[in-house]
């Protein structure tokens, strides 16, 4: 039972990333980011296949984080050069980029081996008999980092910026920021960090598969509801360690539904459900409200 | 100061939904002027401003501020010359955001946004300062989310960030001063020095000459001098051009009434070039130095400040029913 929940953690920190990659986009900058569901993949198979070639994991996963910062960025072009949609260039970049990954990975998966990774290597270091031990350790420190720096970054000029962005286009642009600017920079650094993500989930699990992004976005939008609905969302700081709890408890979530026996296949339909009741809930309460009101008014 | 000339502008062109709503303008504000601006719904008044600011791109005609071609430039480069105030309460800050940061954001008009902090302490103090001129009570609450505001607070927080420039700092040289007010970007980035040129050209009226002065520290000089100091720094960097569009529609006529004298009072303190569109005729009369009367898309009439003096409503409404050419029956047309 510990073992479970201490993989769920581990597993639940190092998506965390990919949570607060969802963050930016859907939160920070107010758009629904398709490319996500590529970029998770796309960070996945460029670690694979650079691991594999002998290149050191920690230069494989800043490859990653390029790579995914590119998805963004030609998905940020579509938008706002091309003037297509976010959502449909979104759609785009994500069909394209599953093509680029089977190119990347010349095959739909590729397993790791025995080659290093960051999770071999820090055991080495500390003496740890089993890598997924070090899994706890790396998802801690990567989560940190992340959300530090985050954080520090929405608090600069340029921070400002990009969330008022998403909050009130108008007004920053009337301030002489050019929001083409923000919202495919905003775009660059979620990809980037969702690549990262998937980066640190393949070295986890030992293989890049070309599906494994599949259903990433509801994910990473279950895990930032999760956690505003235990740190709110009104200070940035909080939020942002709300995303990594909210991608804890999700995979604990998830570790103990299994454990139950529940079908495994079945999970994405779990937690589609589950995003879509949360999303809902305000509109739920009023609706339920007004039924209640009138019921009221009837009986009256 | 600010020149349009022959501005046109049609929206959906080629659609039958085409309508032109602005066509063949030209005109001129001076240094300091204060128009303002009338017209009935649809009469080009809000497309106007919107085509100054850059909101809406131009279809024809060219737009100077200061003999600069801003007409090509991006909505957002033109904001570096350019305050605005909009309608609708919501729209000219950040809901989300707090009273201090949206301070911070407006300060930083025209200027890039690079890695430094997005506030400082010493603008935190600077911003209290300023919202204690407003007399709301907003400087105690200034990391309050300004969503949390009223909407007549919300427009005189607007009106603030529309119109704040830099203010001296005692503790720095006169040169250090003056590099800090021209680096916001309405002069050519300068470095680290003044050099006589560039002195030249500023419009220094203090009792000794600037050049002389740009080693000693603010709070050394004498008191004509610092004045002629902080005037200069404000002069730099305050928004050549102020558009306000209805900005007080939307408030309750007590709330307006405020926000218009504070309005006002900002203008004239500051001699802002202003151009106000309202729907209140009165109003329109009891403010500014210029009129501007808009029909179908064009300037039908342009009050010089002397006759603007004498008119009265009656004369205005006669004047409105002579060039639309029927009788003024629109009520959003206030005229208490």
Redesign the interface.
Known sequence: MLDIVKGAVSQGLLWSIMAIGIYITYRILDISDLTSEGSFTLGAATLASLSVAGVHPLLALLMSMVAGGLAGLVTGLMHTKLKIPTLLAGILSMTGIYSVNLRIMGKANVSLNNQETILSLVAKWLGLSRERDAALIVGIFFALVVVVLLYLLLNTEFGYALRATGTNENMIRASGVNTNFTKVAGLVLGNALIALSGGLVCQYNGYADVAMGIGAIVIGLASVIIGEVFFGRSRIFLSLVGVVFGSIIYRIIVALVLRAGFPANDMRLFTAILVAIAISLPQIKANLQSFLASRKEEAE | MLTAEHLSKTFNKGTINQKTAIKDVSLELHDGDFVTVIGGNGAGKSTLLNLI?GLHTRDKGKITIDGMVISKL????R??YIG?V?QDP????????TIE?NL???F????R???????SEKERQFFKRQLEMLELGLEDRMSS?VGLLSGGQRQALTLL?ATMMYEVTPTESVEKNLIYALNRGHRPLLKRHLSAKQCADLSWHGKRPLSQLLMVKASELDKPDYQALQDLMSELTKPKLLLLDEHTAALDPKTAKKVLELTETLISRHHLTTIMITHNMRDALAYGNRLWMMNNGQLALDIPAEKKKTLQVNDLLGLFEDVVGESLNNDRMLLS
């Open positions: 600011s991006p909505e957002y480069k904001a570096k605005r909009f919501m729209m000219g800050t950040c809901a989300d955001m940061e911070a954001m407006a930083r008009r025209g200027k946004r690079g890695l430094h902090w997005g506030i989310k960030m």
